[in-house]
């Protein structure tokens, strides 16, 4: 297994929102905060806290999706009670993309519009659905596909981590193999670089540490948000 990481600031934003924890060999994560001053970087690290206060029992083989799931929604309460004792937090709420690698599938949970993708037999594939009101659109033909990706309203999330009492974590499997690669990223990069870039940059042999070269690339693209990644090579 070959895995690279990073975070940047990007070139727009004072402070860092996103938060990101790779534990190897099994639990990878990222979130992307958000809500007013320092509170979005917050809530994204007291995600983050959660899944590495639960790392020795989600690392086990008897991890699952219900595991994964219930790790986001105690980190949801958590935020929620953190953001009722102070009101300079209120309103502040994170997306969560969290994979559990095992020996031949990965199993992961998901809530927000960062992203989870997995690049296998020369195709990448993005497992899980953005929830925000863009691709809500998308899906009843309200706009298109090509106009969401630079529609002034992209951002706008319909589901995130620390908003209601009540939230819905999409969690699956699917399987893996030795040459697979995954990629664990916020929205930092996935809006500053399109699917086919990505993908030729994920099976690109000759790019060691390919987290890097992503994000150095949503720089070159404009670097508006910030910009987090995790890519793990089998």
């Not at 009101?87 to 990965?106: E, F, P, W």
């Not at 989870?116 to 020369?122: E, P, R």
């Not at 994920?202 to 070159?220: G, P, V």
Request: charged share 20%.
């Amino acid at each position: 297994m070959h895995v690279t990481h990073g975070t940047n600031v990007g070139l727009v934003r004072g402070n860092n929102e996103d938060s990101y924890v790779c534990a190897e060999p099994h639990i990878f994560a990222v979130a992307d905060g958000m809500g007013g001053h320092a509170a979005g970087e917050v809530a994204s690290k007291l995600l983050i806290g959660e899944i590495r206060k639960n790392l020795e029992t989600l690392s086990s083989v008897t991890c699952d999706e219900k595991m994964l799931q219930q790790c986001i929604t105690t980190a949801n309460s958590i935020i929620l009670s953190k953001s009722a004792e102070n009101r300079t937090l209120a309103g502040m709420g994170t997306t969560a993309s969290i994979i559990c690698l095992q020996t031949d599938k990965v199993i992961w949970a998901h809530i927000g519009d960062s992203r989870i993708y997995c690049c296998h037999a020369g195709q990448l594939r993005q497992i899980t659905t953005d929830h925000s009101l863009v691709d809500a659109w998308v899906k009843n033909g309200t706009i298109t596909a090509e106009e969401a990706l630079h529609h002034p309203q992209k951002n706008i999330l319909t589901r995130a981590v620390g908003v209601e009492n009540d939230i819905k974590v999409d969690t699956g499997t699917f399987p893996v193999e030795t040459g697979d690669k995954l990629l664990l990223a916020t929205d930092g990069l996935t809006n500053m670089v399109e699917n086919a870039e990505i993908k030729q940059i994920m099976f690109d042999e000759s790019i060691h540490d390919k987290a890097e070269f992503l994000i150095q690339e949503a720089l070159q693209h404009g670097g508006i948000d910030n910009i987090t990644a995790i890519v793990v090579e089998l």
